[in-house]
């Protein structure tokens, strides 16, 4: 099924991503109806309609699906059911299987693992026993992480030398959790790669990532890695996508390591079924950006070009940064992007700024 323009997508999620996939939408002559729980948020102000109403309501979820023509999600949380529900009403794309696989970290581990791809050593947790065997297999330090419905450094934690694994353990829930074996590496990299409804597959260029507080804080292109390691990573993305039978817009996070030899090599760590806090620089950095290349993928259109325009720094305004917008906006190098949040919390994403610097501009 192919869109044509004055078409209606339905976006799942109300926060800033779905706010930003709106925008995009519209610029390219297509609408956008959000559907959230939350009555105030982010994503409501840049939409034609919304329906606020819980992920189950099914009668909510039908006069949604009639009143779009295409379903996509902003966020991974979202139950899998939904998703499920609504694909027998309208094409919801990408479909329910990479959104399940990504809601479970030991699934997408063995996922990965199943693309013949490196991840981080790591062991299923059933219960407290099988944590003291894995750690004493994996060793010091090691991350438990609860399996699912974690996000921004939640539901983990360090096990280091002289940590009470057992308490560690019950302090996360107790439940299913994943053991991974620590990864020494030398910086975090990303790739943002969409993938066409007829298969076609176009990357962003590489992004290197710096976290502060398990917080995507910065990120800077070109990355500091070789041309072969960058096109590795593009090669790994596009086997994601392949494999999923993906449409649409993905972010996979990597480690860049070094082998005994010395050579770069890429570890996956994991991946986001949707547009990504690390391509948020494409909005002004790129010919298209990933909020624009999601929209024309799920809507069935050609892929745009995705040339990077010149050397790019994006800090995410986290909390009170955001406080400083009038500075900001003094200083012409710097594009403001503030996401319509009307309460500042400690370690919320309020916001970004990106610099472009372009040939021109280095030249000066």
């Known amino acids: 099924m192919i869109l044509a323009p004055g078409a209606t997508v339905g976006i799942l999620g109300s926060g800033q991503l779905g706010r930003m996939l709106a925008i995009a939408a519209l610029k390219i002559g297509l609408r956008s109806h959000i559907y959230a729980p939350e009555a105030e948020a982010p994503a409501h102000d840049a939409a034609m309609a919304k329906t606020v109403a819980a992920y189950d309501d099914e009668a909510a979820l039908t006069a949604f699906a009639d009143s779009v023509d295409v379903v996509t999600y902003e966020f991974e949380s979202v139950p899998t059911t939904t998703v499920e529900f609504l694909s027998q009403l309208k094409p919801v794309r990408p479909g329910a299987r990479a959104l399940a696989l990504t809601q479970d970290r030991l699934v997408e581990k063995q996922f990965l693992r199943g693309l013949g791809l490196e991840t981080a050593p790591f062991a299923d947790i059933t219960d407290s026993g099988a944590l003291a065997r894995a750690v004493a297999e994996l060793g010091r330090p090691s991350i438990l992480k609860t399996r699912r419905f974690g996000y921004d450094g939640k539901g983990q934690s360090m096990i280091r030398e002289g940590s009470d694994v057992a308490a560690i353990h019950r ?105 990504h806090n690390s391509g948020h620089w494409t909005i002004d950095g790129a010919q298209t950006s990933q909020f624009e290349q999601h929209i024309r993928a799920i809507a069935g259109w050609p892929l745009g070009t995705v040339t990077r325009r010149g050397e790019i720094e994006m800090h995410n305004l986290i909390g009170e940064d955001a406080d400083e917008w009038r500075d900001i906006l003094a200083q012409p190098d710097l594009s403001l992007h503030l996401y319509g949040k009307l309460e500042t919390r400690p370690g919320r994403k309020m916001g970004h700024v990106t610099r472009v610097i372009t040939g021109a501009a280095k030249g000066r």
């Open 171 to 275: 302090t996360l829930g107790g439940g299913p959790m994943i053991l991974e074996g620590f990864v020494a590496f030398e910086r975090e990299v990303s790739v943002i790669a969409t993938r066409s409804l007829e298969g076609d597959v176009v990357a962003f260029d590489l992004c290197e990532n710096e976290h502060e507080r398990h917080i995507l804080a910065r990120t800077r292109l070109p990355a500091r890695v070789a041309a072969h390691v960058e096109a590795q990573a593009k090669d790994i993305a596009r086997k994601i996508l392949d494999a999923l039978d993906y449409v649409g817009t993905i972010g996979v996070e990597m480690f860049v390591a070094r082998s005994d030899d010395g050579a770069e090599r890429l570890i996956v760590n994991e991946i986001a079924p949707r547009v």
